[in-house]
């Protein structure tokens, strides 16, 4: 799986500064963090709708866009993909509310 979301991780980090005529990312990009920010809302409302449709191949799709303009908005923000995956390593065997009690109270 981490293949293939650097596969992707790379190839919306080299098409951010293409022509946004022939690129949907430069497009996206050219629109600003907020558009994109958006994006990654709406598709996951959009899953959300799909899951509780019980609409199992419009959760794929929809869980594939989503994943997708996550990936623009932790490019936009210069995040790499591994400092996720490395969070979720960090996560891995912890109780989510154990883990949920461990963080700094705000």
């Known amino acids: 799986m981490r293949a293939t979301l650097h ?14 005529s022939a690129s949907y990312v430069a497009k996206l990009t050219t629109k600003g963090r907020a558009k994109i920010a958006q994006k990654v809302g709406e598709e996951a409302v959009e899953t ?5 449709a019980d609409d199992r191949a419009g959760v794929i799709g929809e869980s594939a866009d989503l994943l997708f303009h996550l990936m623009m908005l932790l490019a936009d ?14 996560r891995e065997g912890l109780s989510g ?5 461990a ?3 705000d």
């Open 77 to 90: 923000l210069d995040i790499p993909l591994d400092a996720v995956m490395d969070e979720l390593d960090r």
């Open 103 to 105: 963080r700094p109270k």
């Open 7 to 20: 596969t992707l991780e790379q190839t919306i980090r080299q098409r951010r500064n293409a022509d946004p």
């Open 48 to 52: 959300v709708i799909a899951a509780m």
């Open 97 to 101: 509310i154990a883990e949920k009690a």
